[in-house]
């Protein structure tokens, strides 16, 4: 398993490339936008010009992209994944996407003798750089394994989740924890504020108890110091929930708190905040 395809290489998918060129593979890089993958010809990729190009004759392809239609679409589109790579190739697909859409691309993966893993990842920029990410793997075991070296390129905590599908849903487990442990760091701070207290004495105190969480410890600093900078663009933690909201739906579950938190998300995506990071989601305690 030498030869990678890349497809989508923004903030997270440039550092995984990076992260499996430096462990040997030889990597083709295709991105919608081609200057965003340039820079990446510097490290050693090769640049194609079409998903086809990146796709053919490749051992695994992998898919970073942005929303469950641009996977549908790199999949199975004319000149798409599924169209253009060879018998026997692994496809994996590590963008954070709808769990029956995942069933769905496994299922005609495998009438074309080609295998199917679903593999989302948390951990951020950071995570990707730092080739720390975890990853929640779905499909067959056996695939999973095979892939170990290419995921171990770019994760430490890599787990088979269960059958097609299952990595997205472990996905959608991390993303309703995450809203409610964003949602618990804005109020708060907004209590402290409120009371008087020196917020920044407050977050260090309760993060080392029982209250600590990486959003406490990470994202609300950045809310004190109103960074909006993105390491998480709001905009795709409204698709995530979204995403997350649906499969509950689908399955008679409501989930509340997830339900509040996106409308949160929602309001302050249309005042213009989509493009900020999740610690933007304060300005709505502040409003």
């Known amino acids: 398993m030498k030869t990678i395809g890349f497809i989508g290489t ?48 490749k051992d695994v392809i992998i898919t970073m992209v942005g929303y469950p239609a641009d996977v549908e679409e790199t999949w199975l589109g004319e000149g798409g994944v599924l169209k253009s790579a060879k018998s026997g190739a ?18 005609e993966a495998k009438k074309l003798g080609i295998h199917a893993i679903d ?21 067959d075991e056996a695939d999973i394994s095979a892939c170990m070296p290419v995921f171990e390129a770019m994760g430490k905590n890599i ?13 959608m487990c991390n993303q309703i924890a995450l809203a409610g442990a964003l949602a618990g760091a804005c ?11 020196d917020a ?29 900078a993105p390491s998480f663009y709001l905009k795709h933690f409204i698709k995530d929930m979204g995403i997350a ?24 995506e249309a005042e213009g905040c989509g493009d900020e990071g999740t610690s933007a989601i304060i300005k709505y305690y502040e409003n």
């Open 10 to 57: 923004g903030v997270m998918g440039a550092s995984m490339v990076r992260n499996l060129l430096g462990a040997g593979f030889e990597v083709s890089v295709y991105n919608r936008t081609k200057e965003k993958a340039l820079p990446l010809v510097d490290d050693g990729a090769k640049l194609c010009e079409t998903v086809a190009e990146c796709a053919a004759d």
């Open 119 to 139: 593999a989302p990842v948390s951990g951020g920029d950071s995570g990707a750089k730092n080739g720390t990410l975890a990853i929640m793997a779905g499909g």
């Open 187 to 197: 109020e708060a701070l907004t209590y402290a504020h409120t009371m008087g207290l």
């Open 200 to 228: 920044e004495k407050m977050m260090k105190t309760i993060s080392s108890g029982a209250a600590g969480s990486w959003q406490l410890s990470n994202v609300a600093p950045k809310m004190q110091a109103r960074d909006f």
């Open 90 to 107: 692994y496809c994996i697909d590590m963008t954070t996407s709808a769990p029956s859409l995942a069933q769905k691309l496994y299922k």
């Open 245 to 268: 909201i649906e499969e509950a739906e689908n399955n008679d579950l409501t989930l509340e708190i997830l339900s509040d938190v996106n409308n949160i998300c929602e309001t302050l």
């Open 159 to 171: 787990v088979y989740e269960g059958a097609a599908g299952a990595g997205q849903h472990t996905k």
